[in-house]
């Protein structure tokens, strides 16, 4: 049995609320605290919610670290699916963040392995209170694929065929515009926050949302790491998601 919390909600509006909320208390009850925070379709909603809280000016982020999982390699960071653009546009350019207080890795440059050190060691310096996440369809999360150790800190990955198919419909649904590779938080990392909140959507979801409530801790599905996390894992996912629990 997992020790996961699963917050059931209906769809993805109540997701976004709900999880919205968790955040937004955390960042209410410690103002200075630091969140690792993920791309892709599934935080977009809880970072609308952020953004709204902050506009009716119950919250300021000002203190605030973060961490984010993800980048891709070989796209500019001035690319629109850049995770670094994607992360100014959908919240860091509507908030009152302080630039010097983010953190994203970097995948620019001709050593990507001192990239992912540094971006290590940053992390380790630090504490994660809030790790954000979404999921991949295989189980992936951050950009650690099946097959990828749990013992792993910020590596460089190369990208499953079904990543990057998922993936296409950001880029003109075309699969070659795909990258490649990415820079990512390895799974290590991600244990070593405080507590940890999964957002899932849909039903393309619902097959991993039941291995990582169900299924065995494995590193094939790199998910399956948080059943052993020694903080609070919350997931939040819609009924779509659930449909196979
Ligand atoms: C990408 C990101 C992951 C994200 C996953 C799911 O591959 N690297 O961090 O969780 O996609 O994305 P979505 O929420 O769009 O389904």
Known sequence: MSKIELIKVKDYNELSEVAGKIMLELVKEKPACTLGLATGSSPIGLYQYLIKAYNNKEVSFKEVKTFNLDEYCDLPVSHPESYYSFM??????HIDINEGNV??????????EKNCADYSAALNAATVDMQLLGIGANGHIGFNEPGTSFESETLI???????????ARFFDND???VPTHAITMG??????AKSVLLVASGKNKADAINKLMNGPITEDFPASAL???KGKVIVVADEEACSLL
């Not at 100014?88 to 350019?93: E, G, K, P, R, V």
């Not at 990955?157 to 993936?167: A, G, H, P, Y």
């Not at 799974?187 to 070593?192: D, L, P, Y």
Request: net charge positive.
């Open 88 to 93: 100014h546009t959908n919240l860091f350019n």
């Open 103 to 112: 953190h994203i890795p970097s995948s620019v440059g001709g050593d990507l």
């Open 157 to 167: 990955v190369t990208l499953k065929e079904k990543t990057r198919q998922d993936n």
């Open 175 to 177: 699969i070659n515009q």
């Open 187 to 192: 799974i290590k990392n991600i244990m070593n």
């Open 227 to 229: 059943q052993n996390h």
